[in-house]
C-alpha cells in the first residue's frame, strides 16, 4: 500500500506554495500545529546544504478527538504530515500521508472510517494545489 498521495507543481514559489498548502488545509477543517523546516534545522544542527523542504504537521480537530476515543494512543500518529520539497530547478512536490496506510497497522476497525474521512479531506487538498 502507498502511503503517501502526491502532486508535482511548477510555476509557484515554494512560499507561496507553503501558503497554498496551509490554506488548503484550512479549507478542509485542518490547523497547522507545527512547521518544521528540514533545510534550516540540518543546516543549523549539523552543517548540511539541503534543498528547501518543509513538514507540515496537520490536524483536524474534530477528526482526532474521534481517533483518539476510538483509539488512546492513535497519537502516536498524529498529526498529519504534509510535506513541501524542492525536487527540481522549477519543481516543487507535495505529499500528504495517506491516513489508511498509516492506521493499518492498528487492529481497531472503528478506525477505518474516520481515517477513510481523514484521506478524502487530505487527497482534496493535494488536488486543490
Do not use: W
Not at 37 to 47: A, G, Q
Not at 56 to 64: D, E, I, T, Y
Not at 66 to 81: D, M, R, S, W
Not at 106 to 118: C, S, T, Y
Request: glycine share 6%; hydrophobic share 40%.
Amino acid at each position: 500500500m502507498k502511503y503517501h498521495f502526491t502532486k508535482k507543481i511548477s510555476g509557484m514559489s515554494f512560499e507561496d506554495t507553503v501558503q497554498k498548502v496551509t490554506d488548503e488545509l484550512k479549507s478542509e477543517g485542518f490547523g497547522v500545529l507545527t512547521e518544521i523546516d528540514v533545510k534550516e534545522t540540518l543546516k543549523k544542527k549539523i552543517d548540511v546544504d539541503f534543498r528547501k523542504y518543509k513538514i507540515l504537521g496537520a490536524c483536524n480537530p474534530h477528526f482526532a478527538h474521534k481517533a483518539i476515543q476510538a483509539e488512546p494512543h492513535i497519537g502516536v500518529f498524529l498529526p498529519c504530515n504534509v510535506i513541501v520539497q524542492e525536487t527540481g530547478t522549477d519543481e516543487i512536490e507535495v505529499s500528504a500521508v495517506d491516513p489508511l496506510a498509516s492506521m493499518s497497522s492498528v487492529e481497531n476497525e472503528n478506525l477505518n472510517d474516520i481515517a477513510g474521512e481523514v484521506r478524502s479531506k487530505l487527497q482534496a487538498v493535494i488536488d486543490k494545489i
